[in-house]
């Protein structure tokens, strides 16, 4: 057997050195394939920009991981080239010979480069039809040709077309491949099946043993859930299902006019929503911070999106960290929008998500502009060699994590879990897959958001970059591919619904549908995004949807009522009987208000950084400000701790004491606004007036100032000392200047 064994092993490696002529027209064509998308996209630019002196910079310093990702992408182009060469070339010469036609060794080359560009451009149609927005900046921007090809692939052909294709080369390919390889080898085949056939006919007891142990195996894997848990009405498991900058108002079941939520509009039916749940704070870090920690960011001090390592490496107090001590299995998984995670421990046992540092943002930048590698990178076969994928902004991951929550839930087995699922697809750029892009799209728009939101700059008379100003198709385009990425959210909320059902898990589990924070769309003057700015509910109101066996008498109840996202989790373990813990600062929402309309802070909450600053814009927020850098000249790379993006610490002071703050008390909403001039406060009545037009801070003096007296009594006693209040301007008591 030994020696059947080395033998067919020889053939093996003689084989595949025989063939190694027909890997060439593959390598060729892809080492051609690989020049082309470098020369297309031969710059280090992100969105558009591009500083001659950063990218200086980034040359000298990281040079060496600028070769080593180059070459390998570029050993990726030659292994696909290669193993699509080998199969073209075996299946062409089975038939050749069979047929009788293509004797001359030039005319099956010829034939294999044709049939091997053929197969590359059906992968990359049907990639386009997929995932055209990763084929928008690398591709269809170059030429007007090459834009309208990529809206030939999405508005006319069905993706079903070039699939068909790809699979039916693929099947006859391997098939011929598998034909030839038997018959090569059919004698070493069937002389090893004999000799294994006298190995079993030998030792038949052990034979029977090995089957029986085979078939039970596969039948525990069919029913391995019902074996994984043991229940517990005791312990009962929490997991929450969010989305980033998902806003309530756009889900069907609340009234919206498009059916955006099927599968959230059934767990409501079966649940407790709450209406009029606030984002501490509308950026995604401190957001998840304030709701894991049921605390303030005066208190918690992570105040924006780029933390200092000495912040963030403290162990925190949160509902995880709490959890996991009492025997709770606790995972957290996302995609791009959780780099988060990684970067602060949140007491999270397992965390699936990307960390985001500038090696990963500097691997994406190249591997972005690969046009003619990521029709074959966008699979789980390119997540493994190219990890850096799932943090692309652009290629949403939300089946990935749907796969991986589904995992961490049997990994949790008969423990009690807390699992938190943090989707992106819903944050800018919205930019979903086929068919979710077109799904509420009008047919006939044409402009530059046709695939996802894009940043896109044009160049101005005085030599300098300027945004382009969206249209009104424009800004009902981008309302379309929000509402279509909501879909795709709902469609994995589904899935994960239906899991839960099967395996008999929603008996003793309680699911929550929450977000970080909301987003602004256009209305109004309140622009869109998040962060910047105070004004209205759509950035500041998130979902809070409440799933639990225990609260059978209000399935199918909305609660109207303002309070903030601190108050979540002391309501998911008052819902779960869990006694809250005294880190926790918000209070349950299950418990009926002991106070009076206005008599107490409802909610607080807090601007982010200013991201960027334009002060062209005809909108308000840009003008209301102290002003500082944007993001840009904010941060910087710290080098030494894992070259994560951090801002400035000369910075951390005058971005703290630029910051809006807010504060909802009874129907009042109290804004206030520093500028370089002095404090200035907005009044508004958040039920009347949602969209915060009506400025009542002169007309009703009376309210202004009793909302003044119980903001600052707030800021005083939540900041710990951390802030000061001087002549109504609020300052961070550091000893670094403020300006």
């Known amino acids: 057997m030994k020696i059947q064994l080395i033998h067919t092993s020889k053939k093996i490696i003689k084989g595949l050195y025989e063939i190694r002529k027909r890997w060439i027209p593959g390598v060729v064509v892809f080492f051609i394939l690989f020049l082309c998308s470098n020369i297309m996209n031969f710059s280090l630019s992100y969105m558009g920009n591009t500083s001659e002196e950063v990218v200086q910079q980034i040359v000298q310093r ?88 990529l809206e030939l692939c999405t508005d006319s052909i069905n993706p079903i077309f070039p699939a068909a294709i790809i699979w039916s080369i693929v099947g006859i390919s391997f098939g011929i491949a598998a034909i030839r390889v038997y018959r090569a080898f ?67 079941g609340n009234g919206y006019w498009r059916k955006t939520t099927p599968n959230i509009d059934q767990l409501m039916r079966e649940s407790l929503q709450f209406r009029g749940v606030i984002s501490a704070l509308p950026r995604t870090f401190p957001a998840w911070v304030s709701l894991l920690m049921s605390q303030y960011p005066l208190t918690h001090d992570i105040k924006h999106m780029f933390p200092r390592s000495r912040e963030r490496n403290l162990e925190l107090p949160t509902a995880p960290r709490f959890l996991h001590r009492k025997g709770y299995y606790t995972a957290i998984i996302s995609d791009y929008a959780g780099d988060i995670f990684p970067r602060i421990d949140l007491g999270f046992a397992e965390v699936y998500a990307l ?31 190219f990890p850096q994928l799932r943090g692309i902004a652009k290629f949403s991951h939300h089946e990935a994590v749907t796969e991986e929550t589904l995992t961490a839930i049997r990994k949790a087995r008969n423990r009690p879990f807390f699992i938190t699922s943090f989707y992106s697809v819903t944050h800018f750029p919205y930019a979903v897959p086929y068919p979710y892009y077109a799904m509420y799209a009008d047919p006939a728009y044409r402009g530059p958001y046709k695939y996802y939101k894009q940043v896109i700059l044009k160049m101005g008379d005085a030599k300098q970059d300027v945004r382009y100003m969206d249209t009104e198709a424009d800004k009902k385009q981008i309302v379309a591919l929000y509402d279509g990425a909501i879909r795709v959210f709902d469609s994995e909320v589904g899935k994960i619904l239906h899991y839960l059902e099967e395996s008999g898990l929603k008996k003793n589990t309680i699911v929550i549908i929450t977000s970080d924070h909301g987003e602004n769309l256009f209305e109004k003057d309140l622009g869109m995004g998040h962060g910047e700015h105070l004004k209205g509910m759509p950035s500041l109101e998130i979902p809070f949807i409440l799933y639990s066996p225990h609260l059978k008498n209000d399935k199918g109840k909305t609660v109207h009522r303002f309070s903030s996202q601190i108050d979540i989790m002391p309501t998911v373990f008052d819902a779960a009987r869990i006694p809250l813990p005294e880190f926790f600062h918000g209070s349950s929402l299950l418990q009926k208000k002991k106070w009076r309309d206005g008599e107490k802070v409802d909610a607080y909450f807090e601007t982010g950084l200013w991201f960027d600053y334009d002060p ?10 102290i002003v500082y850098p944007d993001v840009t000249g904010l941060l910087e790379l710290d080098t030494s701790y894992r070259n994560e993006l951090v801002i400035m610490q000369k910075f951390q002071n005058i971005t703290n004491a630029a910051k809006h703050r807010g504060i909802i008390a009874g129907k009042y909403k109290l804004i206030y606004v520093p500028l370089s001039s002095g404090a200035t406060f907005e009044l508004y009545d958040q039920i009347s007036d949602p969209l915060n037009e009506r400025d009542l801070s002169k007309e009703r003096k009376d309210v202004l100032q009793s909302m003044k007296k119980l903001f600052y009594d707030f800021i005083q006693e939540k900041s710990y000392g951390n802030l000061l209040v001087k002549d109504g301007f609020i300052f961070p008591a550091f000893s670094d200047p403020v300006f």
Not at 75 to 102: E, N, P
Not at 121 to 135: D, G
Not at 616 to 625: A, G, T
């Open 355 to 385: 960390t985001f540092n500038f090696d990963v943002f500097l691997a994406q930048m190249l591997i972005e502009k690969q046009t003619f590698l990521l029709p074959f990178l966008s699979n789980w076969i390119g997540d493994f060699f």
């Open 186 to 252: 059919q004698e070493d085949i069937k002389s090893m099946a004999f000799r294994a056939y006298q190995v079993l006919k030998k030792y038949t007891k052990v034979s029977i043993s090995v089957g029986i142990t085979v078939i039970a195996g596969i039948l525990v894997f069919f029913i391995r859930d019902e074996l994984m848990y043991a229940y517990n009405p005791a312990h009962m498991n929490i997991l929450i299902l969010s989305s980033d900058a998902l806003r309530p108002d756009h889900f069907s």
């Open 62 to 149: 990281f040079w060496w991981k600028i070769i080593y990702y180059t070459l390998k992408i570029f050993c990726a182009y030659l292994l696909i080239g290669g193993i699509i060469g080998a199969l073209m070339s075996i299946s062409l010469d089975a038939i050749a010979s069979r047929w009788l036609f293509l004797r001359e060794e030039w005319q099956r080359i010829l034939v294999n480069v044709l049939l091997i560009v053929f197969f590359t451009l059906m992968v990359f149609v049907h990639q386009c039809i997929i995932y055209p927005q990763l084929f928008v900046d690398n591709f269809a921007n170059h030429s007007p040709f090459f834009s309208r090809f």
């Open 616 to 625: 062209e814009s005809n909108l308000f927020f840009p003008h209301r400000r």
